[in-house]
């Protein structure tokens, strides 16, 4: 009885753990592919080193970005790191940031 008495305590520290810790971070790697399985072509995106640009083009695990008119780079497509606004104005067009 004694042996389970003491080990009450390393179960209630680990359950802690898993519920302040390992959910937590699970549910936000969920939502960051489920972002990235959501992105359509024509949106504005932000990489995670903070390069914004207009999704040109995708593919399974890559993405093609027009960072400024004329100039698209390649991007791996786990880089996105969030969807800043859909691309309202063409290239180009006044108005254009």
Do not use: C, H, Y
Request: hydrophobic share 50%; proline share 6%.
């Amino acid at each position: 009885m004694n042996d389970i008495a003491a080990l009450i305590p390393l179960v209630a520290i680990l359950a802690l753990f898993w519920f302040m810790v390992v959910r937590p971070q699970q549910r936000r790697q969920k939502e960051v592919v489920r972002l990235q399985e959501s992105i359509q072509v024509g949106q504005r995106v932000m990489m995670s080193s903070g390069i914004f640009g207009a999704v040109v083009s995708l593919t399974d695990d890559r993405a093609r970005l027009e960072i400024t008119p004329g100039t698209v780079i390649e991007i791996a497509r786990a880089a996105i790191a969030k969807v800043d606004q859909p691309v309202a104005v063409e290239p180009g067009e006044p108005g254009d940031a």
